[in-house]
């Protein structure tokens, strides 16, 4: 039998199953006499503080065994316990329901995590798999129970679970876990992330894991398709003993492209850097051989809070990752962009029909001027610590563009005033992600200093086509020849002007689509960290003037389909590169 899931981290693994039972439960729900709600209460935090010493010595372990980018998950799960937000809503749901701490923990987490899963990215629902860890941790700590299923010990066996958390897959021995495979899940969530670090071959998201196999049954998991076979066929079983062969010598050829620059075969050279999140992220994607950031998601900085970051916090994490890169390597810092699918419960904005194509990003931005300056107070100080570049969301016309550069120049303009040392030639670029702004890239680009294509949000708009909706997947796919021409003339645009263009969406990471941007003359490809080094393995084996002839003759094909399979016949060097 074949699971077909999402693919978390690459490789291959085979073995012997074994399957986690769900660990879920029903809470303890019983009312409490008043006189007991103070003791409730202090029950319910001293048991925070059981949890939260626990996470400090896995923070040790995690850093310990596969560095401290990734303890650093356990430091986020830490803060989110001390936050009053979280913790402070159940401590009032003891005093306002009478009930007892199992229960109102409960209801706070469930609330918090409903508001996470219902947002469209990706990243920000898989951040509801950190409120259901530490919310188990302290249940399991209240009744008395250890904080972690239990992994039996022995041959290296491949988990099947409905779920692993960032504290299950952080403390799974090595030695004999081969890989594992979950029920639900995707690819941002911080088990993949760890898997990843780890290099523990996983499938998420696989639906049925834990319904098919049985524990004993013979597994493969390739982590890089998302594929799952359940007691194959001897034939597929010495097929992936090569692919494993094949996996491990490509990941030891990828090492040497560490600290090469991104130079094609003709000796074209282009910038491959990375999407981040925060200033952590930051030193692991210098540490995956990022040259720089192409997309720093500022509105990170104002999620899982209860107010604004002030000025200052916001200056010093822009701060770290300009520093962390220098003074020859960018820092693209996006502008807050709110509004949709993410939201901060302490800015009360009106509930929308349609908020993708509403109220939010630049457009909140232009009207919550004070707001909006203060950030834009904090990148600006930064500027002076590193090679920053500033770049506006969801821009849709020239004079959008004008009211947020008038903005800029206000504030550098208080800055200097008040004698604060910033880098007044900084760049200032935009987003293309409306096609009503690509279709005006010329005029655009008289007046950014640089675009970057934002490809998640412009193929669902250009092409009429929720990329939620699994039915119109088939729509929401960046090599439809309407988006590639798109692309095309925005590119064309901003070099006719001389302005450089680069791509901060997935498809900037995708090495089918490479040789077609490369041809285009994309200039700056941002993609996730890991995805780097095989991007650069691949540039080195492409001419661009062959790719420019490539992308010409892509941009006459008339399916997505057949651009495919066109630029994978004539690129072979993307089977060698692809995990």
């Known amino acids: 039998m074949l699971l077909q899931g999402i693919a ?3 490789g291959v693994a085979m073995g012997p199953a074994l399957v ?7 809470v303890q729900r019983y009312e409490i006499a008043p006189e007991q709600i103070q003791e409730e209460a202090e029950r319910l935090e001293a048991h925070i503080r059981l949890a939260i010493s626990q996470l400090e010595a896995l923070i040790e372990q995690t850093r310990a065994a596969v560095g401290s980018e990734q303890a650093k998950i356990f430091e986020s799960q830490i803060w989110l316990l001390e936050d009053e937000e979280f913790t402070g809503a159940a401590k009032e749901a003891i005093l306002s329901k009478r009930i007892n701490a199992e229960a109102a923990l409960d209801d706070a987490s469930k609330a918090i995590i409903g508001i996470f899963e219902s947002m469209e990215d990706e990243h920000l629902r898989e951040r509801a798999a950190d409120i259901r860890d530490i919310t188990n941790r302290v249940l399991r700590l209240l009744e008395g129970k250890d904080a972690r299923p239990q992994q039996e010990s022995g041959a290296p066996v491949i988990l099947v679970a409905h779920d692993l958390t960032p504290s299950d897959t952080a403390q799974l021995d090595r030695s004999s876990t081969a890989g594992f495979v979950t029920d639900i899940g995707g690819r941002t969530s911080h088990s993949a992330i760890m898997a990843r670090s780890m290099e523990i071959p996983a499938v998420v998201g696989s639906r049925e894991g834990t319904v098919q196999v049985r524990t004993g049954d013979y597994v493969i998991v390739d982590g890089s398709l998302g594929q799952v076979y359940i007691n194959p066929e001897p034939a597929i079983i010495e097929e992936y003993k090569a692919k494993q062969i094949r996996f491990a010598a490509r990941r ?10 991104s130079r094609t075969a003709d000796g074209h050279r282009v910038e491959l850097v990375a999407n981040i999140g925060n200033a952590q992220d930051a030193l692991a994607a210098k540490q ?49 962009d709110i509004g949709g699918d993410k939201e901060l419960p302490y800015l009360d904005l009106p509930k929308e029909a349609n908020p993708f194509l509403g109220y939010r990003a630049i457009r909140m931005c232009l009207d919550e001027t004070e707001l909006f300056k203060t950030q834009l107070r904090a990148i600006v100080k930064a500027s002076a610590y590193g090679n920053i570049k500033l770049m506006f969301p969801m821009i849709a016309t020239l004079q959008e563009l004008r009211q947020a550069k008038a903005l800029l120049a206000e504030v550098q303009n208080e800055l200097e005033w008040e004698n604060v040392k910033f ?3 900084m760049e200032v670029g935009i987003m293309i992600e409306v096609p009503g702004a690509a279709l005006v890239a010329d005029q655009l680009a008289k007046e950014a200093d640089f675009f970057s294509i934002g490809t998640n949000d412009l193929v669902q708009y250009v092409m009429a086509a929720d990329r939620m909706n699994e039915r119109l997947a088939y729509l929401n796919e960046p090599f439809q020849p309407a988006v590639l021409r798109i692309i095309d003339h925005v590119i064309q645009a901003a070099h006719r002007e001389g302005k450089w263009v680069g791509m901060c969406g997935e498809m900037a990471g995708n090495l089918t689509a490479i040789p077609i941007l490369l041809g285009m003359g994309l200039d700056e490809f941002s993609m996730s960290g890991g995805a780097v080094l095989a991007a650069r393995a691949l540039l080195h084996q492409l001419d661009r003037h062959e790719m420019k002839q490539l992308a010409d003759e892509v941009l006459q094909m008339t399916s997505s389909e057949h651009i495919k399979l066109h630029v994978e016949s004539r690129v072979p060097a993307i089977a060698e590169w692809r995990a």
């Not at 986690?20 to 029903?26: I, M, Q, R, S």
């Not at 030891?252 to 620059?261: I, M, R, S, V």
């Not at 192409?294 to 604004?308: D, K, P, S, V």
């Open 20 to 26: 986690l039972k769900n660990d879920t439960h029903t």
């Open 423 to 425: 880098n007044r030639s």
């Open 288 to 336: 995956s051989g990022a040259e720089g950031i192409g997309l720093y998601r500022t509105e990170f900085l104002y999620m899982g809070r209860q107010q604004f970051p002030t000025e200052q916090e916001q200056f010093q994490a822009y701060k770290v990752a300009a520093e962390i890169f220098g003074k020859d390597q960018p820092v693209i810092i996006r502008t807050l």
């Open 252 to 261: 030891d050829e990828l090492k040497k492209y560490g600290g090469q620059p």
């Open 8 to 10: 978390a981290a690459p």
